[in-house]
């Protein structure tokens, strides 16, 4: 079985500021990981993902985020936020397992201020 | 490469009434999966096909149903519509389907049922 849970629902940043999101998982297998970004009225488009190479990835728009297993934690960071980064942002968990299937957390919806 | 295309995008049908989706993966692209979001359950995934087959499905209803074309489109049906149903529909596809392949989304079909 797969969980996710995505720490705080609403996050807001001042413009320039360190955005952090957070993500714990929860598989009973080895898991692969992605977080998702949605603006309003459209889909999801992938930020980033973790495959079980590199536990830290890089992902577009400065996105990047760490695995860590002993903390089954894949929180997304990036260092300076930039208006265009508000939107909703969704952590998600696959296996080899379950065909076509992601699992995913509530999401958070990030406000950049001004 | 032309995106994940779904149609209609909006929809408005009443109670009892039966509606059907479209999915029209990347090309190449093998592997569609459904999934519901809506503010109270958020990302719930529907089902997925491949080759044809179903080869996964989540926890809904008997009312929920797809299919998949010999060209991978897909579609999915929902009869005796209630006014839960209301949501955005997404369909995502991949190459295989395997866990580790990110999923791309379509801007999502908003089912209103009235």
């Known amino acids: 079985a797969q969980s996710v849970t995505q720490l705080g629902s609403h996050v807001s940043v001042s413009e320039g500021a360190l955005v952090l999101l957070r993500c714990n998982y929860s598989?009973?297998?080895?898991?692969?990981l992605f977080w998702y970004v949605q603006y309003p009225n459209q889909g999801l488009q992938l930020l980033l993902k973790?495959?079980?190479?590199?536990?830290l990835v890089k992902g577009i728009n400065g996105f990047e985020a760490e695995f860590k297993k002993s903390e089954t934690s894949f929180h997304l960071t990036k260092p300076s936020a930039h208006m265009s980064d508000a939107a909703e942002y969704f952590c998600?968990?696959?296996?080899?397992?379950?065909?076509?299937?992601?699992?995913f957390g509530d999401g958070t919806t990030l406000t950049v201020k001004p | 490469k032309a995106g994940v295309t779904q149609t209609p995008r909006y929809l408005i049908k009443t109670r009892g009434q039966q509606v059907t989706l479209s999915c029209s993966p990347i090309s190449g692209h093998r592997s569609v999966s459904w999934y519901q979001q809506t503010p109270g359950q958020g990302l719930q995934f529907l089902f997925e096909y491949f080759s044809e087959t179903q080869r996964n499905k989540g926890n809904f209803p008997g009312r929920f149903s797809g299919r998949q074309f010999s060209n991978s489109r897909s579609e999915m049906n929902v009869s005796t519509l209630e006014l839960g149903d209301s949501a955005l529909y997404l369909c995502?596809?991949?190459?295989?389907?395997?866990?580790?392949?990110?999923?791309?989304f379509g801007p999502g079909t908003r089912l209103l049922v009235l």
């Open positions: 998600a968990v696959s296996d080899s397992t379950n065909a076509g299937k992601s699992t």
């Open positions: 598989s009973s297998v080895p898991p692969y």
């Open positions: 973790y495959t079980s190479a590199a536990t």
């Open positions: 995502a596809s991949s190459l295989d389907g395997t866990g580790e392949e990110t999923q791309y």
